[in-house]
């Protein structure tokens, strides 16, 4: 575990306080807000992924020939 130490301006001193005003320390929160500025960025990263897959015509073109493959192979 790594120790970190940073500037906080007054509008991230005022935060911390009332983010630690119950019963969370401040290395609770920080540890909180990055894990969850790290989820934000990686739901973001997966979204722009998705939104090329789904904008690329010969991506598109194999999932119809692979859905037209699987039709084929139905039961009923």
Do not use: H
Not at 15 to 36: K, N
Not at 44 to 69: G, K, M, S
């Amino acid at each position: 575990m790594s120790t970190i130490t940073f500037r906080a301006d007054d509008a991230v001193d005022q935060a911390l306080a009332e983010l630690t005003s119950g019963d969370r320390d401040r290395s609770q929160v920080i540890r909180e807000a990055i894990l969850a500025a790290w989820r934000t960025r990686r739901e973001e990263q997966i979204r722009a992924e998705a939104q090329a897959v789904a904008a690329d015509p010969e991506d598109r073109a194999e999932a119809r020939a692979v859905l037209a493959d699987m039709d084929s192979l139905r039961a009923w």
